[in-house]
């Protein structure tokens, strides 16, 4: 029996911590209404997504390694090359991330994380494995596999959240600065590490990192599973998944398609500069390869400052379309800066940063105030892959412009001229969407104060 397996005082008190059993102690470790079974399980559910956000911009952070170059032990790649390894990964994110839904819907959300917990870390495997041995085509499939990894992960990581915290907004916003802790990391560590140890080796260090994440998700599924047993058919919330219905999709008002269209400008705006920013930095104002990495953190950090004050506003003033308007307009001023004077990237990418943060919690917030709550989980999957898709398409377009641009491989002007116009004609699509909202389509005003879902699923 498990009396007889537990003997003694010390087994069983080490036996009630972990497992909280009836027969030792109703209030044990993993027993649901324990505060310390939920911060466990939200702290292994956080880190699950770091290794694959820290993957994320791996190829800006040693953009000089991987393009080719006189560095030691450079990949040699060409810049359309290299920007197809930030185009698969946010490509197979946003396919992966589409049918989340469904693969949550059919498969336990802990087997879920387990599985692609395990495509990031097979993936960044890959990745290292290709650079090593100068395998492109296993760059690439590495790349991808994190992006599908990552995508569900998502979707996974956010359907447990919200069966153990409902929607708590702190359990959600700690989850998203979590994972934008990981990019931060990367710029700030990768440079130095490679400078130190090499090239090869930073892509190792990255892929035990994502297999850190493969420790920490079946870690959460123990923790989960306990968990669930414990808890009462009457405490088990019924959970409604985001699938994708086509049908739906085809009945979006068109208010949500001009914030589509603004969502989609945006984010091609400026995550292809950041995917090309390193090099830009160095020829644009002389940095050297770990400064330029460095500048790019900032607009993550301004994120991890900027996200829970917005999150805590549009609750309590719910001006999405106020503050909305106001972030895409701020992002054209860092923009025209970077093309037209001499200021420094850090003040740039810091300024843009915040206007990012502003812009992408007000409009992915408007969404369920605008569509039919049967519609969010679809409105919100769609408007996901169109974002990856034109951030991925104009990512392959910058790697054009570079290579058939100036010699010193910045592209000249062109890039950042494409950027700012982008940037523009999101801010005009906003400001019709908010026209065509006041005059036809009233905000809804029954929808109750829920979290801002991750405005960048790369991990968010």
Request: proline share 6%; aromatic share 10%; net charge positive.
């Amino acid at each position: 029996t498990r009396s007889g397996q537990m003997e003694g005082p010390v087994h069983g008190r080490v036996y009630t911590r972990l497992l909280g059993d009836a027969q030792w102690s109703r209030k044990g470790i993993c027993h649901p209404d324990r505060g310390v079974f939920r911060g466990l399980l939200l702290l292994f559910n956080a880190f699950l997504i770091f290794g694959p956000a820290l993957c994320y911009d791996l190829p800006v952070a040693l953009q000089p390694y991987f393009e080719k170059s006189s560095l030691h032990g450079s990949a040699g790649l060409m810049p359309v090359t290299y920007n197809l390894l930030y185009s698969v990964y946010v490509w197979c994110c946003g396919i992966s991330m589409l049918f989340g839904g469904q693969i949550v819907a059919m498969v336990k959300p802990r087997f879920v994380v387990v599985l692609c917990t395990s495509a990031s870390f097979l993936g960044a495997f890959f990745l290292a494995l290709g650079v090593q041995h100068n395998i492109y085509a296993l760059m690439l499939v590495g790349r991808g596999l994190v992006g599908l990894g990552a995508g569900a992960l998502t979707v996974a990581q956010q359907r447990i959240v919200s069966v153990w915290f409902g929607s708590s907004r702190a359990a959600f916003l700690f989850i998203q600065l979590v994972s934008r802790l990981g990019p931060v990391l990367t710029f700030l560590a990768a440079p130095r590490i490679a400078g130190l140890y090499g090239f090869e080796h930073t892509l190792w260090i990255s892929a035990i990192l994502c297999g850190g994440g493969v420790v920490a998700a079946l870690v959460l599924a123990f923790f989960d599973t306990i968990g669930t047993a414990r808890r009462t058919p009457s405490e088990r919330p019924d959970i409604v998944n985001r699938q994708l219905h086509c049908g739906l999709a085809a009945g979006l008002p068109p208010s949500y398609w001009l914030l589509a269209v603004a969502v989609m400008l945006l984010y091609a705006a400026i995550f292809p500069l950041i995917a090309n920013s390193n090099l830009l930095f160095q020829v644009r104002f002389g940095l050297d390869e770990t400064q330029a990495a460095q500048s790019c953190a900032l607009l993550y950090l301004a994120y991890l400052i900027v996200a829970p004050a917005m999150s805590f506003v549009l609750s309590h003033t719910a001006r999405h379309g106020l503050f909305a308007l106001g972030g895409t307009l701020l992002c054209t001023v860092p923009l025209a800066l970077l093309w037209r004077t001499n200021v420094s990237p850090y003040l740039d990418l810091a300024l843009l940063g915040i206007a990012y943060s502003v812009a992408a919690a007000a409009i992915w917030g408007t969404i369920p105030r605008i569509v039919d709550q049967p519609a969010a989980g679809t409105a919100l999957s769609v408007l996901g892959l169109l974002q990856m898709a034109a951030t991925g398409f104009a990512t392959q377009v910058v790697g054009w412009l570079r290579e058939h641009g100036p010699p010193d491989g910045s592209g000249g002007d062109t890039p950042l001229i494409m950027f700012m116009t982008l940037a523009c004609v999101a801010a005009f699509s906003v400001l019709l969407h908010t026209v065509f909202a006041l005059r036809n389509e009233p905000v809804r005003s029954d929808v109750p104060a829920a979290r801002t879902p991750s405005p960048n699923p790369r991990v968010n």
